[in-house]
């Protein structure tokens, strides 16, 4: 596959903090990815920076061949965004909204806008509120609906679905497997929502101390990444290319079948325990 997305070399820091430190990352097209980082980890500075909305202090991003920095309409036309907190023009109505940004895309979907309106519970009063009166839940969906209109080709979701009901969620979450995620749509998205990701994202990317540290297909690492306890002389025998984290007298380790083969073989005194999502980002972002 063919890398869309290529993040190299990444600093951003904002006063004497820093937030991202030589940051690199591929997405390759028709992937869909969870970033996933506790708190303040900087999954929505990576956001801005990939769409050239931050400046970054140093690296590189490309989109397409593109610098961020220098997109194209073309490039732009191709991407859909859904930012944190939904930015929209609170003193326009839904449909004003809508209507502006139609004039902005050649590719504009209307059919698909009206659905997604019908669907989400804009009936016809509450296309012709303004925005400012519609609750949170409801900016968010008219945020997406907004991003998804014109057919992306690469569409990025920040925390997208936090501010929806579970019903709301699993909604979208349909929407976005039925139609983008099966026409070949590259996708990431942010979400503390672990159960969410699941339904959705087939590769992962784990976002601490300003970098990627794990990434790959969910069902390998969870296949893959283990807790290992025992001797801590044995322990110290791990390669530490395989080593992720140290925690008191335990690793987080990567091993494949070979790895986990020899482990038995040569050190039966180790223990690997296997780990589900929710322990695997908890450890590997600890």
């Not at 596959?1 to 990352?25: H, N, P, Q």
């Not at 194209?72 to 929209?88: E, F, K, M």
């Not at 895309?105 to 989400?120: D, F, I, M, Q």
């Not at 380790?253 to 050190?267: F, G, T």
Request: aromatic letters at 6%; one cysteine or more.
């Amino acid at each position: 596959m063919t890398a869309i997305v290529e993040v190299r070399a990444l600093r951003k820091s904002f006063d004497t903090k820093t937030i991202l430190d030589g940051l690199d990352w591929n997405i390759e097209a028709g992937s869909v990815v969870g970033l996933l980082g506790r708190n303040g980890a900087g999954k929505s500075t990576l956001f801005d920076c990939m769409l050239g909305l931050t400046p970054m202090d140093s690296g590189s991003v490309t989109l397409w061949g593109e610098s961020c920095a220098k997109l194209s309409d073309t490039a732009r036309a191709r991407i859909g965004y859904v930012p944190q907190s939904a930015s929209l023009f609170e003193w326009l109505t839904p449909d004003q909204l809508l209507d502006y940004f139609r004039a902005l895309y050649p590719h504009w979907n209307t059919a698909k806008v009206e659905g997604l309106l019908s669907r989400w519970g804009f009936d016809a009063a509450k296309r012709k509120t303004t925005i400012a009166k519609l609750s949170g839940g409801e900016k968010q969906k008219l945020s997406i609906i907004r991003a998804l209109a014109h057919d992306p080709e690469l569409l990025l979701l920040d925390e997208p679905v936090a501010g929806m009901d579970p019903a709301a969620r699993r909604d979208f979450l349909r929407e976005l497997m039925d139609d983008f995620v099966e026409r070949g749509t590259t996708v990431v998205f942010s979400t503390h929502i672990l159960s969410d990701l699941q339904r959705v994202a087939l590769d992962v990317a784990f976002l601490k101390d300003g970098r990627i540290v794990l990434d790959g297909a969910v069902d390998t690492l969870l296949e893959s990444v283990f807790r290992v306890t025992g001797p801590g002389e044995k322990i110290a025998l791990l390669g530490t290319d395989s080593v992720i984290r140290r925690d008191g007298g335990a690793v987080i380790a990567r091993l494949d079948q070979p790895a986990r083969a020899q482990v038995a073989a040569l050190h039966p005194e180790l223990h690997l325990e296997a780990l589900g999502l929710e322990d695997l980002f908890l450890e590997v972002t600890a």
